[in-house]
């Protein structure tokens, strides 16, 4: 049994797809806890989305114009639910990670 503090951190993401986990396997259903991003020079946009690239987005993450300013955001609550697995679409971001549960 998994108490709520058991998290995972995702292998970094540097391009759109499915989040994995640190042993490169597909992050199935869970709850999305944190979202940390490391943006590029120029703003970016982070989009996790339920269901693949075609599924049911989330969450819309917009990053700043820097490469110098990580984004680290926390989930309310018992985080953002993904029934199916974590895709995401990045635009112009460094890469991105999830801490989940």
């Known amino acids: 049994m998994t108490m709520q503090t ?3 951190a995702s292998a970094p993401l540097t391009a759109s797809g499915q989040f994995k ?3 490169t396997n597909n992050i199935l259903r ?3 806890k944190a979202i940390y991003i490391v943006p590029t ?3 970016g946009t982070l989009v996790l989305k ?4 075609g599924g049911t987005t989330k969450i819309t993450v917009n990053t700043v114009a820097s490469a110098t300013q990580p984004t680290y955001m926390l989930m309310p609550g018992e985080g953002l639910l993904f ?3 974590v895709y995401g679409v990045v ?3 460094g890469f991105a990670t999830i801490i989940y549960a």
């Open 30 to 32: 869970c709850r999305v």
């Open 83 to 85: 029934q199916t697995n």
């Open 6 to 8: 058991d998290v995972l």
């Open 91 to 93: 635009t112009d971001v």
């Open 41 to 43: 020079g120029v703003a």
């Open 21 to 23: 986990d640190q042993s």
């Open 50 to 53: 339920d269901g693949g690239s």
